[in-house]
């Protein structure tokens, strides 16, 4: 598809507007492997390319059709990246039952990382960008959607340009 071949060659802008589009994140090419794993071939194993981090957010899975030696290999390169191994990191997510801060339920933010020692998560809003500590508890995914994407991309004057809506 178009966006296998936009995550394949790391164009972020151009992933987030067929995104907006409609364009299917979890479909396969014919040999059984989605979007995002054509992006992360880009990936090392502390640093994830933007273009994983958009497909992610927008709720792509790691499953892959590929069988035999080849689809043992996209699962070890997979567990490599620190990213994958928690389900709300660089997720986004709703705030939810959250008493101390009842001003930030339903605001949408980002999974930054999980601080194991405090069993916490780092996440920063997508407005305020205001950044603190929640539970797990205190999260639940709201994937990127055509209907819901928090932003827009257009293409003015041979650029793109990310537009931020103003409210969740």
Known sequence: TILHTTASQGHKELSSLLLQYGAAVDVYDSQGVPPILYASKESHVLLVN???????EWGASLEHHVPGEAGAK???????????????????????????????????????????????????????????????????????TPDDPGYYVTFEDGEYKRHTFESN
């Open 50 to 56: 933007e273009t994983v981090a958009l497909l992610y």
């Open 74 to 144: 996209l699962d070890i390169n997979l567990q490599s990246l620190p990213m994958f191994h928690n389900e709300f990191v660089k997720r986004r997510c709703e705030i939810v039952n959250l008493n101390q801060r009842k001003d930030l339920i339903g605001q949408t933010c980002t999974v930054e990382k999980y601080i194991a020692k405090k069993d916490r998560y780092k996440v920063t809003t997508e407005h305020a960008r205001e950044t603190f500590l929640v539970g797990r508890n205190n999260l639940k995914r709201r994937d990127r």
